[in-house]
């Protein structure tokens, strides 16, 4: 059973809502006068509830323990009864942005990534990963030129808010780290806005 990018977009809505309220609508240059930290913070502030709100809401009542007709998994779109985990969700929704607006883009990404496509890439999302990792309850600010765009990146703690976000990381066959507890960072939030 495969979902479409369509069908996805409605999960993604409150994050959308966000984007045309510090925009002014999708595509407009209107958030030129907004602070690029404000900007940023704000966005995360709306990420960070969707995805701590699924995970806990939905995610942690369904688990092994939750009710036997859904089941998040990561392969979920193989299975009749499966649901994304969240950080499946996370990216449909960076997805659907990013087809929708050019205001900015945004990832969720690790310095332990399960996925290699979660991995760093540039110097400042290294250096970025590395600072919310050595200093929890921190953010970190940057600009960087990519593709001859000035960027400014902020880089946000990804955090266990739950047991199955830990529990998911440890027992996964293709963690590189297996020793995450509640409240940990497992990775960071990766949010990007062109300056030029």
Not at 99 to 118: G, K, M
């Amino acid at each position: 059973m495969k979902t479409t990018l369509k069908s996805r977009a409605v999960m993604s809505v409150p994050l959308l809502c966000a984007t045309l309220l510090l925009t002014g609508g999708c595509g407009q240059k209107e958030a030129a006068g907004i602070d690029p930290k404000l900007y940023t913070d704000s966005l995360f502030a709306v990420m960070n509830a969707d995805r701590a709100n699924y995970t806990k809401l939905i995610i942690g009542r369904l688990g092994p323990k939750g009710a036997d007709a859904i089941k998040p998994n990561e392969h979920w779109e193989d299975l009749a009864n499966g649901a994304p985990l969240p950080a499946q969700m996370f990216r449909f929704g960076a997805e659907v942005v990013a087809e929708t607006t050019d205001e900015f883009t945004y990832s969720l990404q690790s310095i332990w990534p399960i996925n290699s496509q979660n991995a760093p890439r540039t110097e400042i999302e290294k250096a970025g990963l590395q600072h919310i990792a050595d200093n929890p309850g921190s953010n970190f600010y940057g600009e960087e030129q990519l593709g001859g765009v000035n960027y400014f990146t902020a880089v946000y703690p990804d955090v266990a808010v739950a047991a199955p976000c830990a529990d998911c990381h440890n027992n996964h066959k293709d963690s590189p780290r297996r020793d995450f507890k509640l409240g940990d960072v497992m990775g960071g939030v990766v949010i990007r806005v062109p300056l030029d």
